[in-house]
Each structure stands twice: as structure tokens, then as C-alpha cells.
């Protein structure tokens, strides 16, 4: 038995669902979700209900989180042509600002030029723009983020000409980081055959190639990140299964695993877990926190049940080998051996969120 200690783990992209789509996650069941996992702070993404575009709505969503998360949360806002530039005045509460270029679902779809060259003009920072961009898109993006002279994000890469052009446009030094999901690294179109409609996610699963090429690029991913998206079953098995897979509790067995296997190194899980995340969005860290692991535990995914609500995972039946035994939050032992032993309001919400006005981070 070979247990270790790793620092503050951080996910970066998470949908924990709440205000408004509480029937498939919320902050208690999705930062459950998070500590099983081994991850002790997590960035929300705003396409909830309503979405988070304005202080208003920043606030009412972080005050809930507050009375809820067992882990640290923080928020995205979100840019909408509906919203005006209310997002404006949540910068300084926020990771960053999410935009949303490419397919999507909801009223967060920026679709024309002249509405991102506004989008690129006027945001404030400090944190980055975090972008929903493939293709051309994700061309269009990275040129603007140029011209505005802003920090871009790139939110789930799947594509290997996507990873290409991030590697390409980091050698001319532009100012562009990226994450790329468990799904992406583990399953391929190859999968879909065998997941049917639980398959379903945006970006779609690319090619083994796609797949071989973003291992390939390994020293061009910033972060790793689950875009953790819960739907019920019932919704991933109707006629419209929306996009989105679960992924808090998996992504940490799943790359601990592609450690043992020489795929990559502990110090490059942390790497992308631990320091970039904290460095790109300028987190603060608790104090006396830690995940512990047992690297030579062997298990297989799904066989224990999950702390999300939704109950179920794409990669169920994969044999992994690295297990969570306990987490420490600020000193407190908040998961053991399988157990939740943190109270709700346990998390703390980050940039001071809930404040109707705060100073700004730095």
C-alpha cells in the first residue's frame, strides 16, 4: 500500500446545476461529489436558472453555495446579448468570464462578431475570458483575445487541429491557456457504440487520433478539467438526450492510473490539478488541505455508488488503480475512506462572491 499526499486539487469547469436544475445536481450533492473525488475547490460555470450574467444573480447563486458546498466554489459570469454588460460588474467576484461561441444550449450563445468584439472590448478582468471555441471559432478567439490584449482560456480542447493551433499560438506568445476533460483523454468516437445516448457531450468525442494527439500535447495543457455536466438518467435516455457527463469523482482515479501506466507523471497531475488552475485564475488556497491517495488501490469504476445525483458514469466498468482515502479541508478531515464527513457550509465561496460590494482581488 503506497499512499501519498497531494495539495489543494482545483477543477477548473463544473456545471453543479443550481438555482434551477436541482434534479440533477446541486451544491451539496455536487461538492459531495467534488471531496469523493479528491478535489477541494471547484470553478461553477453560469448556465444555470437563471443564468449567472448579473451581481444579482452572482450574489443569489454564491449565497447558496455559502449555506450548502462542502467544498471551496467559485463562479463564472457569463456574456449574453440579453444581459446586457451587467457581467461587467461581476469581474472582480469572479474566475472569469465564460463565452460561449460554439454549439450550445441556452440564451449564453454569443453568435456574432460585432457582439464578441464588444465581449473582448469590455471585460475587465482580472480573470480570463474562458471560451466555448472548435475550429474557425476557436481561430477567431484567439485573434481577438490578440487584438484586445486579453487572457483567453480554452475551455475543453477535443480536436487535434484545436490543440495544434493552442500550441502554435502559445510559441508566438499569445497569452492562451487551455484544459482538456478525462473524457476526452480516456473514451473516443470508438465508445459510443457501447455508451449509446450517455455518449452525448459537447464537444462531441473525437477520433483515436484526436485523442492520440492531445497525449501528444501534454506539455501544452494548462489544466485538467472535468466539465462536470450531470443529467438524469430519464434525460440522457430520451429522445433528445441533452449534452453532458458526469466527472468529479472519476478524473482523479482515471489520470492516476495513466500515471501508473507511464503515460504521464504525479508531478504533471499536479501540475495541472494544483498550480496552473491556482496561477491562471488567481485562486486562493486553504491552508492545511490535501487529498491522500492509495496508488495501489484496484478497483473498477462503478463499483461503489456516487456521490452525484445524477448516479451514473461514462466510464462505468473501466478497471482503475488509485483511490481517495481522505481529504483535509483547512485542517479538517472532510472525506474518509468513502464517508462525507463535512457539514454543508463547510466551502467557502471564493472572490468574495457574496458580498453586495467587496474589494476586488488581486
Known sequence: MTRIRLPVLIDVHVHLREPGLTHKEDFLSGTQAALAGGLTIVLDMPNTSPPTTTPEALQAKARLADMKAVSDVGFFVGAS???????????????GLKVYVNETFGPLRIESL???MHVFGKWPGPGPIAVHAEGVALAACLALAQLYDQRLHVCHVARAADIQLIARAKARGARVTCEVTPHHLFLTQEDLPRLGSLGEMRPRLGTPADRDVLWQHLDIIDCFATDH????????????????????????PLLLTAAREGRLTI????????????RIFGIP???????EVDL?????????PLRTRCGWTPFAGMPVTGRVTQVSLRGRIVFQDGEILAQPGTGRVLFN??????????
Open 229 to 252: 455536466a450531470p443529467h438524469t438518467m430519464e434525460e440522457k435516455r430520451s429522445a433528445s438526450p441533452p449534452p453532458g457527463v458526469p466527472g468529479l469523482e472519476t478524473m482523479l
Open 353 to 362: 462572491a457574496t458580498e453586495e460590494t467587496a474589494s476586488p482581488r488581486g
Open 114 to 116: 460585432r457582439a464578441l
Open 285 to 291: 488556497l486553504p491552508p492545511e488541505t490535501w487529498t
Open 81 to 95: 446579448t440579453e444581459a446586457g454588460n451587467g457581467y461587467i460588474a461581476c469581474a472582480p467576484h469572479t474566475a
Open 296 to 304: 495501489d488501490a484496484r478497483y473498477t469504476i462503478g463499483d461503489d
Open 267 to 278: 508531478d504533471q497531475i499536479v501540475e495541472r490539478l494544483h498550480h496552473n488552475p491556482a
